[in-house]
């Protein structure tokens, strides 16, 4: 096939005056080439595109590929992931991981929870303040952990974010309302161990690769932007098969069915103090650095190479664009 590749590169919005922070979900040129090259090892032919302006340039030119392999993060507002989804859609070109509106959705932490939540899947009681006064109705008790609503990355997510009482809420909550410009996620602290699961498929066909225990070399820490960042020296990874593990991977695939995710990405989990793994967060267009990346890190230690990781993405999108070219059907002229 034919796939074009869209991403945002860091360095490029860098070179716009945005934050190291800011582009903390933009990926690096050896990102992009890792993914170009396992395509090409798979046989199919690539064309580099970019960003969502790039590819609003060629279409309107007249550009097509067979299908799109998206990693494109977005830039601004919580349906940001859901942009080249979108405007590929539109054009009925296939591309790679979850449609617009589940993009648009899990992007959201505090919609997300409530669907998982609606759908029987474990998930810590939580509260969205959107405001200093939401603060008097937030009855949940402590300790609590605060994160921004629609941050990626670990971006907001720091030692202060676990609360010990009601004036460390009012001051972290507030803190990040004004840093980030957007409702804050409070939910109740889950103590136990922390894990990553690594899914790919969809549907009924959805399989859990394997189970990352996220272990802090300081347990101090919490596993943020900065720890997410500097991961070879801050932080601990482990594939783990034990009863907890194999608890959280039911979860995590129980939630991925519930939200409709597909191709492949990670669902966040922590359990509780009796060991109960509880849904966290999904990210259904994960990291692909080989080395870096939490999802890559779980399937090589899994024995899931990336180039297979690449196909079992590319595959999905392929039998979309085969039964979507099935579906249609010429209109009768009137």
């Known amino acids: 096939m034919r796939i074009g590749l869209t991403y945002n590169l860091r ?47 060629r279409l309107t030119r007249g550009q097509r590929w067979d299908l799109v392999f998206n990693i494109a993060e977005g830039l601004g507002g919580f ?32 919609l997300t929870k409530r669907v998982v939540r609606d759908a029987g899947v474990p998930t810590a009681d939580f509260a969205a303040i959107e405001s200093p006064a939401d603060l008097a109705a937030c009855r949940l008790p402590f300790p609590v952990f605060a994160k921004p609503i629609a941050e990626g990355t670990g971006r907001g997510i720091s030692t202060a974010s676990r609360i010990r009482d009601r004036r460390e ?76 593990a194999k608890a959280a991977a039911r979860v ?11 191709d492949a990405g990670r669902i966040d989990l922590r359990s ?27 399937c090589t230690q899994a024995g899931f190479g990336y180039d297979r990781l690449i196909a079992a993405i590319v595959s999905g999108a392929a039998s979309r664009r085969r039964s979507d070219r099935a579906r249609v059907v010429p209109r009768k002229r009137r």
């Open 11 to 57: 360095a490029a919005y860098r070179a716009r005056g945005f934050s190291e922070e800011e582009t903390a979900e933009f990926d690096r040129p050896d990102t992009i080439a890792a993914i170009e090259a396992a395509l090409r090892r798979l046989g199919h032919a690539t064309q580099r595109i970019g960003a969502i302006e790039d590819l609003a340039k």
């Open 79 to 110: 349906a940001r992931e859901a942009q080249v989804p979108a405007l590929l859609e539109a054009y009925g070109i296939a591309c790679t991981f979850s449609d617009p509106m589940v993009m648009a959705l899990t992007l959201h932490k505090g």
């Open 169 to 244: 809420l009012g001051a972290v909550v507030g803190g990040l309302l004004r840093r980030y410009r957007q409702p804050v996620l409070v939910e109740r602290y889950l103590p136990g161990r922390e894990f990553t699961v690594g899914l790919v498929g969809a549907g009924a066909r959805a399989r859990a690769i394997g189970v990352l225990e996220v272990g802090l070399k300081d347990p101090g820490r919490e596993y943020g932007y900065a720890e997410k960042e500097d991961c070879e020296s801050l932080v601990r990874y482990g594939l783990v098969e034990d009863r907890e």
């Open 252 to 262: 995590a695939l129980a939630a991925w069915r519930a939200l409709g995710c597909r």
């Open 272 to 298: 509780d103090a009796n060991r109960r793994p509880h849904f966290l967060e999904v990210n259904p267009l994960p990291g692909l650095h080989p080395e870096h990346s939490d999802l890559p890190i779980l």
